[in-house]
Nanobody
Framework: QVQLVESGGGLVQAGGSLRLSCTAS????????MGWFRQAPGKEREFVAV????????YYADSVRGRFAISRDNAKNTVYLQMNSLKQEDTAVYYC???????????????WGQGTQVTVSS
């Protein structure tokens, strides 16, 4: 069974950096577009970043463009999210998933993992 495990979250001050990791087991994801999403308290899960075409084109939400960077290591079956210049509004649980693009935007299509909590303090 496919399992996605996110890690790397934590508590960081505004302006700081974190690198999140998402490791997949049970399936090789090197040829699949992968994405990061986040869900803040009381809000719906939202798209953050996507790495499409096996590691080529990237897409970012306007709120994180220029601060976050998505990448992958196919040998480790792992996707990363480097987060710089963090803001309090980045506080959320972050999830990864395989993704697809529809008329409503990017959405996760696999089973969701536990996520990893990112808390940005002032």
């Amino acid at each position: 069974q496919v399992q996605l495990v996110e890690s790397g979250g934590g508590l960081v001050q505004a302006g700081g950096s974190l690198r999140l990791s998402c490791t997949a087991s049970g399936r090789t994801f090197s040829n699949f577009p992968m994405g990061w999403f986040r869900q803040a308290p009381g809000k719906e899960r939202e798209f953050v970043a996507v790495l499409a075409n096996g590691g080529g084109t990237t897409y970012y939400a306007d709120s994180v463009r220029g601060r976050f960077a998505i990448s992958r290591d196919n040998a480790k079956n792992t996707v990363y999210l480097q987060m710089n210049s963090l803001k309090q509004e980045d506080t959320a649980v972050y999830y990864c998933n395989t993704v697809r693009l529809s008329t409503t935007g990017w959405s996760g299509i696999g089973s969701w993992g536990q996520g990893t909590q990112v808390t940005v303090s002032s």
